[in-house]
């Protein structure tokens, strides 16, 4: 028999959080990461400082058309979620994206907070089939 457990995060408010990454400036990102975020990309995986991070977001609103499908969410613990989409953008030169992305935040005192971002682009012989 599988038991599930009843998430307790606010869904909405962490998809509208995850959104924001996609669009958002450098100040959003120190806003809504962690003091420290674990990032893995194919072109880099490491932990990175907020200030770190926020600099990556050097140009905002870089994708368009954003689509977000979520795929699932665990709530390990009552200030930990983990949630993974599909999601598919657009970049600034018109070339479709497409990836599996994974995000887990962490509940502090001012809200949640981005702690792990994973992104796995989709193959365009995936996409086309999508």
């Known amino acids: 028999m ?3 457990k009843t998430i307790t995060a606010n869904k ?3 998809l509208d959080i995850e959104k924001g990454f996609w669009s958002g400036d450098s100040a959003y ?3 809504n990461a962690d003091v420290e975020c674990l990032v ?3 072109q880099m995986a490491q932990a990175m400082t907020n200030a770190a991070l926020a600099k990556t977001a050097s140009t905002p609103n870089k994708w368009r058309n954003l689509d977000i499908k979520l795929k699932g969410m665990v709530e390990p613990g009552s200030d930990i ?4 989409y599909e999601a598919r953008a657009t970049r600034e030169n018109g070339e479709p994206y497409a990836a599996l992305v994974s995000t887990g ?5 001012d809200g949640w907070k981005m702690m792990f971002h994973s ?3 989709i193959e365009a012989a995936s996409q086309a089939q999508g």
């Open 2 to 4: 599988t038991v599930t």
């Open 12 to 14: 909405q408010e962490l």
């Open 119 to 121: 992104q796995t682009p």
């Open 40 to 42: 893995a990309f194919p």
């Open 105 to 109: 935040y962490v509940h502090r005192a």
């Open 29 to 31: 990102y120190e806003a």
């Open 81 to 84: 979620v983990m949630l993974t």
